[in-house]
Antibody, heavy 121, light 110 residues
Framework: EVQLVESGGGLVQPGRSLRLSCAAS????????MHWVRQAPGKGLEWVSG????????GYADSVKGRFTISRDNAKNSLYLQMNSLRAEDTAFYYC??????????????WGRGTLVTVSS | QSVLTQPPSASGTPGQRVTISCSGS????????VNWYQQLPGTAPKLLIY???QRPSGVPDRFSGSKSGTSASLAISGLQSEDEADYYC???????????FGGGTKLTVL
């Protein structure tokens, strides 16, 4: 079955760190770019970060640049998001999304169910 | 404030045709294709339209997309109750080197 499964979300204090993971299955993982997209409760979608098939091209939203790091392990069919210096405004559902091709500027054609990150003291 | 502008809400009765607009600029919609996502209540988003007007396998042909200049539209014909959802447009932005989304349109089927 073609699917993406996120994990690693939870409650974390402001200023602390959290690492999200996304396990991919059912497709050739290293043929595609991957992304993280978040959605604050009751709000719209916001692209967080994307990584090309070979990690050669990486992009971040200005809101997370310098604090978040995206990475992938093609041997493990896995995508990661290291989130440091977390702020209350980072509270959101974080979705893993598959790109439509190998570079980051293609549409997202498969989404996971999301994992909730809550930043609060 | 979203980079792409969508109306916050839209509505229609069963069987009607509804359109949702998405306005951008030369660095996003004006120079790249537009994609649309449907988010049913309590679920993850799903790709609805890609490349301005292409439907992924399984998406009914009641859904169609178009683009002109720096604006795009999603049209839903033969509106059904199960179409009640949030709809988002998105495009790559060459100036920001980032994906940008519209704020989303909540579609209500009356």
């Amino acid at each position: 079955e073609v699917q993406l499964v996120e994990s690693g979300g939870g409650l974390v204090q402001p200023g602390r760190s959290l690492r999200l993971s996304c396990a991919a299955s059912g497709f050739t993982f290293d043929d595609y770019a991957m992304h993280w997209v978040r959605q604050a409760p009751g709000k719209g979608l916001e692209w967080v970060s994307g990584i090309s098939w070979n990690s050669g091209s990486i992009g971040y939203a200005d809101s997370v640049k310098g604090r978040f790091t995206i990475s992938r392990d093609n041997a493990k069919n896995s995508l990661y998001l290291q989130m440091n210096s977390l702020r209350a405004e980072d509270t959101a559902f974080y979705y893993c999304a598959k790109g439509g091709s190998y570079e980051v500027n293609w549409y997202f054609d498969l989404w996971g169910r999301g994992t909730l990150v809550t930043v609060s003291s | 404030q979203s980079v792409l502008t969508q109306p916050p809400s839209a509505s229609g009765t069963p069987g009607q045709r509804v359109t949702i607009s998405c306005s951008g600029s030369s660095s996003n919609i004006g120079s790249n294709t537009v994609n649309w996502y449907q988010q049913l209540p309590g679920t993850a988003p799903k790709l609805l339209i890609y490349g301005n007007n292409q439907r992924p396998s399984g998406v009914p042909d009641r859904f169609s997309g178009s683009k002109s200049g720096t604006s795009a539209s999603l049209a839903i014909s033969g509106l059904q109750s199960e179409d009640e959802a949030d709809y988002y447009c998105a495009a790559w932005d060459d100036s920001l080197n980032a994906w940008v989304f519209g704020g989303g349109t909540k579609l209500t089927v009356l």
